[in-house]
Nanobody, 119 residues
Framework: QVQLVESGGGLVQAGGSLRLSCTAS????????MGWYRQAPGRQRELVATMTSHGTTNYADSVRGRFTISRDNIKNTVYLQMNSLKPEDTAVYHC?????????????WGQGTQVTASS
């Protein structure tokens, strides 16, 4: 059983910054991808950023240049530094971890943390 616990969300003014953290516990394959997704009210969950255990990153166009994903493989923790926040960044941010063993993909999600950027 894998558990993910997020922290760091909150309310900031537009232009401000927040740093999210997510720590995974349990049995996780060492080669994995950790990432952040977000869901605003009335919208589908969307990719924000992901990072593999080897350091390869992927960002949504809407956050590239403003958000930075990083991770600590020893701590099984992924971070999301969010700068220059915009009102449209307001959403519940969820982290996840994915890995593949053979032909089976495993995915676990955190409960989410609210980020609100006020105009």
């Amino acid at each position: 059983q894998v558990q993910l616990v997020e922290s760091g969300g909150g309310l900031v003014q537009a232009g401000g910054s927040l740093r999210l953290s997510c720590t995974a516990s349990g049995s996780i394959f060492s080669t994995n991808t950790m990432g952040w997704y977000r869901q605003a009210p009335g919208r589908q969950r969307e990719l924000v950023a992901t990072m593999t255990s080897h350091g390869t990153t992927n960002y949504a166009d809407s956050v590239r240049g403003r958000f930075t994903i990083s991770r600590d493989n020893i701590k099984n923790t992924v971070y999301l530094q969010m700068n220059s926040l915009k009102p449209e960044d307001t959403a519940v941010y969820h982290c996840n971890v994915r890995w593949v063993v053979g032909a089976t993909e495993y995915i676990s999600w955190g409960q989410g943390t609210q980020v609100t950027a006020s105009s």
